[in-house]
C-alpha cells in the first residue's frame, strides 16, 4: 500500500505542498473545514464591494481535478494522536497517515483587548468580508432614514492598524466613500462619514522604507482618512471604542487589523511554541522528534539565517508548502531532508486608484515603486496568484469596470450565514481571548 500524506488546510501552503507531491507514488488527503481554498490578500475588496465572494476563492476539488494521487474531505480537524499517527477530525472519526502536513493558517490576535472578537469585524474569511460589506452599506441605509443618528457615530468606521490590510482597507473605503457612495445616497451629506486609521507606531506600512511610508501617508491623507499615531485600542465596545488615553470614539464599525497569531489547533498538539503561539519546528520545516510531520504557513516559527522569525505572508507559505512535498517526496525515495531557505521577492500593497507601493527585495534589484507602476505591479503579480482562469478573469473585468466607470457594482446588503467552519473560527477567536 502507498503511504498516505495528510494535508490540514488548503491555504497557500496546503495547496502548494499537495501540487508538489503530483505523481509521487503517495496518496493525498487534504482536510479544510471550508470546501473551498480563500484568497486572502483580496478580502478587502470583497469587503468594499469591489469584487464578488466567489471572484477570490476556489472548489478545492476543483482544483486538484487533474491530480491522480489526490482526495479531499471537508472536515475540522481538532487533535493529533501522535502515538497512533492520525488525525481527529469534528465527530471524532480518526484519520491515519503516513506522513502529516500541518497547515491551518492563522487568527488573527486580539493581543488581550476585551471586546475585540464580539464587536469587531475582522477579514479573515469570506463570509466576514461580506458581512462587513453588507454592515457597512447598512449604516449608509440607517443614515438615509434616520440622519440624526450619524452624530452617534454611525458613519465613524475605525480601522485598528496601519500595516498592509489597514492601509488597503482604508484606501478602498476611502474610494468607496469618496466616488461611488454619493450617488448612491445623494440625500446624505457624505463628508460626515470619517474613516479612521488607528496606529500604535508613528508609522504606516511599518516594514517599508521612510520614502514608502510618506508616499502612503500623504496618499491616505489626501483619500482624508484620518490617522492617528502613537494610539492604543483599550477596548472595543458595542458603539465605541476606548483607547488607552482615556477618551474613546463612537463608532460601531470597528475592523481589527492589528495583526495575526497562530491557528489555535497548535495548541492541543503537545508542541513547543515560540512567539504569537507558532510552532517551533527544524530547519527543514519538520516538527522536532517527529521527521515524518511538517509544520508550514502562518503556523510554524521557521526563522531566516540571522534567526528572526520569517513573516506570516503568502509568499512564505507558498514556498513553504513547496518544499515539505518535495521533503517528502526525498523521504520516500529514501534521501535526507534539506533545509528550507525564504527567497524573499519583497513586498507590496495598494492604497487607492493609481497608487501603489512595491519594494523588490535585494535578491530581485532592491527596486521600490510607487504610484502607477506600483498599483499595476500590484495588480498583475494578484492576478498571476489567483487561481482558477475564471477567477483571474473575472477579478480583471471587475477592476476594469471599476477603474474605468468609477462604479462598484457589488453594493448588495446580503448578510451570509457563517457555515460550520466559521462559527468554529468566531469560537476560535473567543477562546483566543481567554489564552492570549
Ligand atoms: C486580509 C488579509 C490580507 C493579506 N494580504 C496579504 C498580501 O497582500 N500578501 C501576502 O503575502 N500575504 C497576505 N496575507 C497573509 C496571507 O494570506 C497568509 O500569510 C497566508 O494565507 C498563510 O497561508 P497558510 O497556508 O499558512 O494559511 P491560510 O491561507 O490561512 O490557510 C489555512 C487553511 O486551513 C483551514 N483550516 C483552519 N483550521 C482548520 C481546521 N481546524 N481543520 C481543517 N482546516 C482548517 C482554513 O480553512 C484555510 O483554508 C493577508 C492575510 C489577510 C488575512
Same mark, same amino acid.
Given at each position: 500500500m502507498r503511504p498516505r500524506v495528510i494535508i490540514i488546510g488548503a491555504g497557500f501552503a496546503g495547496l502548494n505542498a499537495a501540487k508538489a507531491l503530483k505523481n509521487a507514488p503517495v496518496d493525498v488527503l487534504m482536510l479544510d473545514k471550508n470546501n473551498y481554498h480563500t484568497f486572502q490578500p483580496l478580502l478587502y475588496q470583497v469587503a468594499t464591494a @469591489? /469584487? $464578488?465572494? @466567489?471572484? +477570490?476563492a476556489m472548489q478545492v476539488r476543483h482544483i486538484f481535478r !487533474?491530480?491522480? *494521487?489526490f482526495r479531499f474531505r471537508q472536515a475540522t480537524v481538532t487533535d493529533v494522536n501522535w502515538d497512533t499517527k492520525e488525525v481527529i477530525v469534528r465527530g471524532g472519526e480518526s484519520l491515519s497517515f503516513d506522513y502529516l502536513i500541518i497547515a491551518a493558517g492563522a487568527i488573527y490576535n486580539?493581543? @488581550?483587548? !476585551?471586546?475585540v472578537y464580539e464587536h469587531g469585524f475582522m477579514l479573515k474569511s469570506l463570509t466576514e468580508a461580506a458581512n462587513l460589506r453588507s454592515h457597512m452599506l447598512k449604516q449608509f441605509e440607517l443614515a438615509s432614514s434616520?440622519? $440624526? &443618528? +450619524?452624530?452617534?457615530?454611525? #458613519?465613524n468606521f475605525v480601522i485598528v492598524g496601519a500595516g498592509p490590510t489597514g492601509v488597503e482597507m482604508a484606501g478602498a473605503l476611502a474610494e468607496l466613500l469618496d466616488r461611488v457612495l454619493p450617488k448612491d445616497y445623494? $440625500? #446624505?451629506? &457624505? *463628508? =460626515?462619514a470619517k474613516i479612521i486609521l488607528l496606529e500604535?507606531?508613528? !508609522?504606516? /506600512? /511599518?516594514?517599508?522604507s521612510k520614502e514608502t511610508q510618506a508616499y502612503t501617508q500623504k496618499v491616505l491623507e489626501n483619500l482624508n482618512v484620518d490617522i492617528r499615531f502613537k494610539t492604543t485600542v483599550a477596548e472595543v465596545m458595542p458603539d465605541a471604542v476606548k483607547l488607552k488615553d482615556g477618551s474613546s470614539i463612537p463608532t460601531q464599525t470597528l475592523i481589527w487589523a492589528a495583526g495575526v497569531r497562530a491557528h489555535? #489547533?497548535? $495548541?492541543?498538539? @503537545?508542541l513547543e511554541l515560540d512567539r504569537g503561539f507558532r510552532a517551533k519546528v527544524n530547519p527543514? /520545516?519538520? &516538527?522536532p522528534d517527529k521527521p515524518y510531520a511538517f509544520m508550514v504557513g502562518d503556523m510554524a516559527a521557521a526563522k531566516d539565517k540571522l534567526g528572526e522569525l520569517l513573516p506570516q505572508v503568502a509568499t512564505v507559505a507558498i514556498q513553504q508548502g513547496k518544499h515539505v512535498g518535495k521533503q517528502i517526496r526525498r523521504l520516500q525515495e529514501g534521501q535526507r531532508t534539506k533545509v528550507f531557505e525564504y527567497f524573499d521577492k519583497g513586498s507590496m500593497a495598494i492604497i487607492g486608484r493609481n497608487a501603489g507601493v512595491a519594494e523588490l527585495s535585494k535578491n530581485l534589484g532592491g527596486f521600490h515603486l510607487r504610484g502607477f507602476l506600483g498599483w499595476l505591479g500590484w495588480l498583475f503579480i494578484h492576478l498571476i496568484y489567483l487561481p482558477g482562469h475564471q477567477n483571474k478573469a473575472n477579478a480583471l473585468l471587475e477592476w476594469a469596470y471599476n477603474y474605468f466607470t468609477?462604479? =462598484?457594482?457589488? =453594493?448588495l446588503i446580503t448578510y451570509m450565514k457563517t457555515s460550520e467552519g466559521e462559527t468554529d473560527l468566531a469560537k476560535e477567536h473567543e477562546r483566543q481571548g481567554v489564552s492570549a
Open positions: @469591489g /469584487l $464578488e465572494v @466567489g471572484d +477570490i !487533474k491530480q491522480a *494521487n486580539n493581543f @488581550g483587548v !476585551k471586546g434616520h440622519p $440624526e &443618528l +450619524i452624530e452617534t457615530g454611525l #458613519l445623494p $440625500e #446624505l451629506d &457624505l *463628508n =460626515r500604535m507606531t508613528d !508609522k504606516v /506600512l /511599518l516594514p517599508y489555535p #489547533l497548535v $495548541e492541543n498538539l @503537545g527543514d /520545516l519538520s &516538527l468609477y462604479d =462598484r457594482h457589488v =453594493r
